[in-house]
């Protein structure tokens, strides 16, 4: 019987430890990253492993990176970090003084960008990560962290610009965010934004991070009369927000959230539930933005989803960018020597399907972010640098009126 | 007032759901003394097998909750005759690292089963309410609190009244006195672990018809039917009903009035408390 048992019980760790393991290949250019491939961050940080290979792959098969005179190949050596940040940092400190990858790209969230934004600057190599989006990553000094998401502090930017220009005009303003470095950040920049723009700041409820029950703050933004709701949080709170707005029968005139909206998943989860909601990207798959390796951004869209079976949201996007940069740099620098890579990431300055890669100072790229809209189960883009694109479906009826 | 009302009503509500998700931890750990950290891994399966029911066979979460409880009974079952049995009267360290094993083992076993994806249950009524002058009560929590006092109530009196019920309690009281009037613990303690997980597949069932399901629920989940068999005791199952109330009143008025933080610390602050002041819960014995 027990050693049944045990033979049971092995061959289910095999199977487990054959799926967290992936290939490493020892070819000639190899770069190095963590993210999250099983744990509580697994639904975004599959984005950024299919990036990467994504983008690998079709470097590779269009011959290769340039080096000096030398054709050289791309390779991926990847870690699951199992969305905890300890582990992640301990899993770059390996990729640098063990593994030896050439170049780093990076984990998916600010938190953990944050923290192994540490290991790059202590070993001096260069990283470019398009995961981590708070300023706080970029405020340090450090010289070898680069980011290809737009600044935390501007992701309602866009979004505060549009509420003075609805109509009727919304005045008085909820704003809920979570308690990580990500969502800390949006709100600090949000508040100054929404003073500017004339409006109330009616709440401004900081919570945590995994709540699952938002019945006690919906409550009090129906008491409170709010007409705009900002929520900076995870898919899973906005998820759980939203179903349990609807319960309990809270409409204000429009909310907007962080992240989730972007997402195919996200709005195949809610269905219907989801329309209304608003949200932002700084991406969205136009034949507009042209790109040396995949064409343009729709084109890459299209292949992605043929590949994957979903559909690539800005994380996947700026995955990509991430590979780009990274290659377009040793071009421009002739070698893979972390010094001179670093210094061309600086001055890169190219266009990609994601939108032009050119970093500030402080290491951070800057886009702006359009303000989406799911309507009727569909994507749509709202409002952009140029004004309203497409009509928002504005203000939200009530629940039982839709 | 009325918000004060409605924040309430929340926390009543919440604190259903709560209890229907302890009754089975408090149940395993009060008569095998095994304190199941995979219990939360077991509400996830529990809601992903709702979950496949309601997408892929039509039925409704409500009415699939016998299903489901029915089929995590069976698996509930065989776990404890295969695996727990093995180490029942171990140290509590062997068996806490055991059912930490199992979690882990079933949370990514879904992932790779299931994906990362989100996945809801929702059926039309999922976000419709009632309205009582300016209170609003969600009907699926509404709901899912019936199906809690059920639960709860027939525990009780299962345990107080039938012939398995008497015996589950003869052996978690004196396994020897038991023994010795043709109690075959092998195979009750299966049928006990049994019924705790069909309890939380049945809890899984609720839990995605009111919130979300990914793989990774599981140890939330644990943590907090942990504190509130240990608020609410684990000599009797209307202990779990009074635990989950008692945390999901404080949480819901914590949120409110002190700030949306401050829900885990209010909750296990008061477990600290109860374990300080009543050790065996608030509805058990003092000694």
């Known amino acids: 019987m027990s050693k049944t048992l045990t033979r049971l019980g092995c061959a289910l760790l095999g199977a487990a430890l054959a799926v967290y393991t992936l290939p490493a290949f020892a070819k000639d250019i190899v770069l190095g990253a963590s993210v999250q491939l099983t744990g509580s961050s697994a639904n975004t940080g599959r984005y950024y492993r299919d990036a990467y290979e994504f983008a690998i792959d079709k470097i590779n098969e269009k011959g290769g990176v340039k080096v000096g005179d030398k054709q050289e190949k791309l390779a991926l050596k990847l870690y699951d970090?199992?969305?905890?940040?300890?582990l992640s940092v301990r899993q770059y400190v390996q990729l640098v003084s063990q593994d030896k990858v050439d170049l780093l790209l990076g984990p998916f969230a600010s938190n953990f960008a944050l923290a192994d934004s540490a290991i790059s600057e202590k070993y001096k190599i260069p990283m470019v990560q398009g995961g981590g989006a708070s300023d706080q990553i970029f405020s340090r000094g450090f010289k070898y962290?680069?980011?290809?998401?737009a600044p935390a502090s501007n992701y309602f930017g866009s979004t505060v610009e549009m509420l003075t220009k609805l109509d009727p005009k919304p005045s008085k303003v909820a704003l809920l965010y979570a308690d990580d470095a990500f969502d800390v950040s949006v709100a600090k920049g949000t508040r100054p934004l929404l003073k500017k723009a004339g409006l109330t700041i009616a709440m401004d409820e900081r919570y945590t991070s995994n709540a699952s029950d938002f019945n006690s703050l919906l409550s009090q933004i129906k008491n409170a009369n709010v007409d705009a709701?900002?929520?900076?949080g995870h898919e899973t709170e906005i998820l759980n927000f939203i179903r349990q707005a609807k319960s309990l029968a809270v409409a204000p005139k429009m909310y907007s959230f962080t992240v989730g909206v972007p997402s195919a998943d996200f709005r195949k989860a809610l269905g219907k539930d989801a329309d209304y909601a608003f949200g932002m990207t700084a991406w969205l798959p136009s034949p507009k933005l042209k790109d040396k390796w995949f064409g343009d951004a729709e084109q890459f869209a299209k292949a992605y989803k043929a590949k994957f079976g979903y559909d690539p949201d800005y994380h996947a996007a700026s995955g990509v960018a991430d590979v780009e940069a990274v290659v377009e740099a040793i071009e421009a620098a002739g070698s893979t020597d972390h010094e001179k890579v670093r210094d061309a990431i600086a001055k890169l300055n190219f266009p990609s399907l994601y939108g032009t890669i050119a970093f500030a100072e402080n290491g951070q790229i800057d886009l702006a972010q359009t303000v989406?809209?799911?309507q009727d189960e569909k994507l749509v883009p709202v409002y952009d640098a140029n004004g309203f694109v497409e009509k928002p479906k504005y203000p939200m009826p009530a629940w039982n009126a839709r | 007032m009325d918000l004060f009302a409605q924040i309430l009503v929340n926390g009543v509500l919440l604190g259903g759901l709560y209890a229907v998700m302890a009754l089975g931890l408090a149940l395993v750990w009060g008569v095998l003394n095994i304190v199941n950290l995979a219990h939360g891994a077991f509400i996830m399966l529990g809601a992903y097998l709702s979950w496949h029911l309601y997408t892929y066979l039509g039925i409704d979460p409500f009415l699939g909750l016998p299903i489901t409880a029915i089929?995590?009974?069976c698996l509930g079952y065989a776990v404890q005759r295969g695996l727990l049995n093995l180490i029942v009267r171990a140290p509590m360290f062997n068996t806490?690292?055991?059912?930490f094993g199992l979690e882990v083992v079933l949370t990514y076993l879904a992932q790779i089963a299931f994906s990362a994806d989100f996945r809801t249950i929702n059926p039309s009524y999922a976000g419709a309410h009632i309205s009582l002058g300016p209170l609003v009560i969600p009907l699926a929590?509404?709901?899912a609190f019936g199906v809690a006092i059920v639960l709860t109530v027939g525990m009780w009196v299962f345990l107080l009244r039938t012939r398995l019920g008497r015996a589950i309690r003869a052996t978690a009281q004196n396994l020897v006195a038991a023994r010795l009037y043709g109690v075959e613990p092998r195979h009750l303690y299966a049928m006990t672990f049994g019924i705790g997980i069909g309890l939380a597949g049945a809890a899984g069932g609720l839990y995605g018809t009111v919130s979300q399901i990914n793989p990774y629920i599981g140890a939330t989940l644990t943590a907090k039917s942990f504190a509130i068999a240990i608020i609410g005791g684990l000599e009797n199952p209307l202990g779990v009903i009074v635990g989950g109330l008692v945390l999901g009143?404080?949480?819901?008025?914590?949120?409110?009035?002190?700030?949306?933080?401050?829900?885990?610390v209010a909750s296990f602050g008061v477990l600290v408390l109860v374990l300080i002041v009543r050790p065996s819960g608030i509805l058990g014995k003092t000694a």
């Open chain 1, 229 to 232: 709701v900002l929520v900076a």
């Open chain 1, 372 to 374: 989406i809209q799911v």
């Open chain 2, 249 to 264: 009143i404080i949480e819901s008025l914590t949120v409110a009035y002190v700030g949306a933080t401050f829900g885990d």
């Open chain 2, 71 to 73: 089929l995590m009974f």
């Open chain 2, 141 to 143: 929590r509404l709901m």
């Open chain 1, 145 to 149: 962290i680069f980011g290809t998401l």
């Open chain 2, 96 to 99: 806490l690292l055991i059912t």
């Open chain 1, 81 to 86: 970090n199992q969305s905890n940040v300890n």
